[in-house]
């Protein structure tokens, strides 16, 4: 394959901008083109998550391009969660039981700043702002843009279009509208949505609350959480139906009833938010979603990737880093492939799809997990366990949670049919009195191991694996 070939890239967010980085590095000429303005000039936040859970897979990304240390720089470590009761009692839970592994809260701005930066150091990729895409001919590898500005309207081409263009995707549309080929596409919502609150730093720039943990309100049906920016602040998330309950967005429309209610849900966060009010009627409320469809890939023309293939709920922290995986994945198969885009599409969606739907279920499960499960005494004894085994036994047990998130050489597919069998024999034989936190660790392994292997069985029986 001639490395003078020219490929389109329609959206630079986090996965199109390291995308552009990594096809600049392999010698593409690389376009990219961005319907919002450059973030690095102008603030276009707009209740879009601020920061977001960056951890191992994402980190993989980041050697593969050779900026992990800019990128560490940027990273505030979180080494568990903050629980925080009504009471305003708080209790640490920590993410591993391995002293190394943890999350990190990373400013979605710096990052993507960063890596827009990194890719035009490279002379061959190119970055156009101000450009919407309004619709992809994938038959003739062409697509149709509007500017912004001037509102005129033009067609640029090329050997191969890939488009990170999130949930919204352009290219995605065309494929659904076209009815050129067989497309499947669902888009499911949760009955919650999502507001974007801040707790501001002190005065002196510190942090008002504990700084190096993601902070979880946990109430049954809805949830407040933080994660701790660089300058002494945190970003702060309301997740709450929009119908259902005392309280809801639907609902929550004067000043008086929001703080009403997190003076009833909330009153420790709500100490460190004066300026909850304020927040909460500047910020737009926003929806969650899943998006899976196929194929991603219409022949060697035209790729989906990142959000424009598989957007998912922010619960699992790992929508930021499932898209860099992708660009590793797409990588590796371009090692094998190179010279021929249909095999190179193929193959990519051959071995990532089954992880990308895997973790897209694994983030609905931990909603439900976040806003409710944490609270409970079971769920509680259930992560002391295994706590305690990560630490005694570091290379013989990993929790779903570390399978998913700290373990990057295991597809996504494989932790998640791993971890829930774990899950399910722990929560089993607690419940049934089989295993207690106070029993002997070892016994408590072997225990949890033969449940595990005959829970994995009986899913390979019933076709589940």
Same mark, same amino acid.
């Given at each position: 394959?001639?490395?003078?070939?020219?490929?389109?890239?329609?959206?630079?967010?986090?996965?199109?901008?390291?995308?552009?980085?990594?096809?600049?590095?392999?010698?593409?000429?690389?376009?990219?083109?961005?319907?919002?303005?450059?973030?690095?000039?102008?603030?276009?936040?707009?209740?879009?998550?601020?920061?977001?859970?960056?951890?191992?897979?994402?980190?993989?990304?980041?050697?593969?391009?050779?900026?992990?240390?800019?990128?560490?720089?940027?990273?505030?470590?979180?080494?568990?969660?903050?629980?925080?009761?009504?009471?305003?009692?708080?209790?640490?839970?920590?993410?591993?039981?391995?002293?190394?592994?943890?999350?990190?809260?990373?400013?979605?701005?710096?990052? *993507?700043?960063?890596?827009?930066?990194?890719?035009?150091?490279?002379?061959?990729?190119?970055?156009?702002? *101000?450009?919407?895409?309004?619709?992809?001919?994938?038959?003739?590898?062409?697509?149709?843009?509007?500017?912004?500005?001037?509102?005129?309207?033009?067609?640029?081409?090329?050997?191969?279009?890939?488009? $990170?263009?999130?949930?919204?995707?352009?290219?995605?549309?065309?494929?659904?509208?076209?009815?050129?080929?067989?497309?499947?596409?669902?888009?499911?919502?949760?009955?919650?949505?999502?507001?974007?609150?801040?707790?501001?730093?002190?005065?002196?720039?510190?942090?008002?609350?504990?700084?190096?943990?993601?902070?979880?309100?946990?109430?049954?049906?809805?949830?407040?959480?933080?994660?701790? *920016?660089?300058?002494?602040?945190?970003?702060?998330?309301?997740?709450?139906?929009?119908?259902?309950?005392?309280?809801?967005?639907? *609902?929550?429309? $004067?000043?008086?009833?929001?703080?009403?209610?997190?003076?009833?849900?909330?009153?420790?966060?709500?100490?460190?938010?004066?300026?909850?009010?304020?927040?909460?009627?500047?910020?737009?409320?926003?929806?969650?979603?899943?998006?899976?469809?196929?194929?991603?890939?219409?022949?060697?023309?035209?790729?989906?990737?990142?959000?424009?293939?598989?957007?998912?709920?922010?619960?699992?922290?790992?929508?930021?880093?499932?898209?860099?995986?992708?660009?590793?994945?797409?990588?590796?198969?371009?090692?094998?492939?190179?010279?021929?885009?249909?095999?190179?599409?193929?193959?990519?969606?051959?071995?990532?799809?089954?992880?990308?739907?895997?973790?897209?279920?694994?983030?609905?499960?931990?909603?439900?997990?976040?806003?409710?499960?944490?609270?409970?005494?079971?769920?509680?004894?259930?992560?002391?366990?295994?706590?305690?085994?990560?630490?005694?036994?570091?290379?013989?047990?990993?929790?779903?949670?570390?399978?998913?998130?700290?373990?990057?050489?295991?597809?996504?597919?494989?932790?998640?049919?791993?971890?829930?069998?774990?899950?399910?024999?722990?929560?089993?034989?607690?419940?049934?009195?089989?295993?207690?936190?106070?029993?002997?660790?070892?016994?408590?392994?072997?225990?949890?191991?033969?449940?595990?292997?005959?829970?994995?069985?009986?899913?390979?029986?019933?076709?589940?694996?």
């Amino acid at each position: 394959m001639s490395k003078q070939q020219n490929i389109l890239i329609i959206g630079a967010g986090l996965c199109g901008s390291l995308l552009a980085l990594r096809l600049g590095q392999r010698g593409y000429n690389v376009t990219v083109y961005e319907m919002r303005p450059d973030l690095r000039k102008t603030d276009i936040s707009a209740g879009r998550s601020i920061n977001l859970a960056f951890s191992d897979r994402g980190n993989k990304a980041m050697k593969l391009v050779g900026i992990e240390d800019k990128v560490k720089a940027l990273c505030i470590p979180m080494n568990g969660r903050m629980i925080h009761d009504k009471e305003g009692n708080t209790f640490l839970s920590n993410y591993s039981g391995r002293d190394h592994e943890y999350i990190n809260s990373i400013s979605r701005e710096g990052l *993507n700043s960063l890596l827009l930066d990194e890719a035009e150091k490279h002379n061959n990729v190119t970055i156009h702002f *101000n450009k919407k895409c309004k619709s992809v001919d994938f038959e003739n590898t062409t697509a149709l843009f509007q500017d912004y500005n001037t509102k005129k309207e033009f067609i640029e081409d090329a050997d191969c279009i890939i488009a $990170t263009d999130g949930a919204g995707s352009a290219l995605r549309k065309s494929y659904y509208l076209g009815k050129k080929f067989l497309f499947s596409f669902s888009q499911n919502y949760l009955n919650h949505g999502y507001k974007e609150l801040s707790i501001l730093p002190t005065k002196t720039g510190d942090y008002k609350t504990y700084k190096n943990a993601l902070h979880i309100w946990p109430r049954g049906d809805f949830m407040v959480i933080a994660l701790p *920016n660089l300058d002494g602040s945190f970003t702060v998330t309301l997740f709450l139906s929009y119908d259902e309950g005392e309280y809801n967005f639907n *609902n929550l429309t $004067t000043p008086e009833r929001v703080t009403e209610f997190f003076q009833k849900e909330f009153p420790d966060a709500l100490t460190l938010m004066p300026n909850l009010v304020d927040d909460f009627f500047k910020n737009p409320t926003a929806p969650l979603g899943t998006v899976k469809c196929s194929p991603w890939h219409y022949k060697g023309n035209t790729l989906l990737m990142g959000d424009s293939a598989h957007a998912i709920v922010p619960f699992y922290g790992q929508g930021m880093n499932a898209s860099f995986e992708d660009v590793v994945e797409f990588d590796a198969v371009l090692d094998k492939h190179e010279g021929n885009w249909e095999t190179v599409f193929s193959e990519y969606e051959k071995t990532r799809k089954k992880d990308t739907d895997a973790i897209a279920d694994l983030a609905i499960d931990n909603f439900h997990e976040m806003k409710d499960h944490v609270g409970q005494e079971i769920f509680q004894e259930k992560r002391k366990i295994e706590m305690a085994l990560e630490k005694e036994f570091p290379n013989e047990y990993s929790s779903k949670y570390s399978l998913v998130t700290f373990n990057e050489h295991i597809g996504y597919r494989e932790a998640m049919l791993r971890g829930r069998a774990q899950d399910k024999a722990i929560l089993n034989m607690l419940s049934d009195g089989i295993i207690k936190p106070s029993d002997n660790l070892k016994d408590i392994l072997n225990k949890v191991k033969l449940e595990t292997e005959a829970i994995l069985e009986d899913d390979r029986i019933a076709g589940l694996k």
